[in-house]
């Protein structure tokens, strides 16, 4: 679906605040409602708009540790990468999960409420995973930017 500027004001208002009212977001950027609305329809049902959710604040809620795990896998058949990415998807400390290009087969984006937990997941729920050769994990020290919205102003 090509997006044109209005499109991209309104997906831009919808990733800041989804509690936005079309009415608000059609008076922010100078529509009427019925084109808004009928536009905020067509995300949804394209799938732009996949979901709308509340973020939480991670260390609000106790969760104070952020974890990135290289892991490399010992066989990567397509039977043993989908048996690896079923098991990491039943992961609740696991928010993120990507596959990589270079020497890293995934890459996991681990959240735990401390130190001492992401050990224990580690040692209790990923390392013994049939098929993993190698785990490496950098624990983030700073959250410097973290933000789900989506670049679009520069796709134009």
Known sequence: MKLDDKDIQILNLLQTNAELTTVAIAEKIHMSQSPCWRRIRKFKENGIVKNTVCLLDREKVGMECVVFIDVNLIRTTIKKIEEFEHQVAEMPEVIECYTMTGGIDFMLKVVTKNI??????????LAPLANISQINSRVALTNVKNTTALPLDSQL
Request: proline letters at 0%; hydrophobic letters at 30%; glycine letters at 0%.
């Open 116 to 125: 001492r937990h992401y050990e224990a997941f580690a040692r209790t729920k």
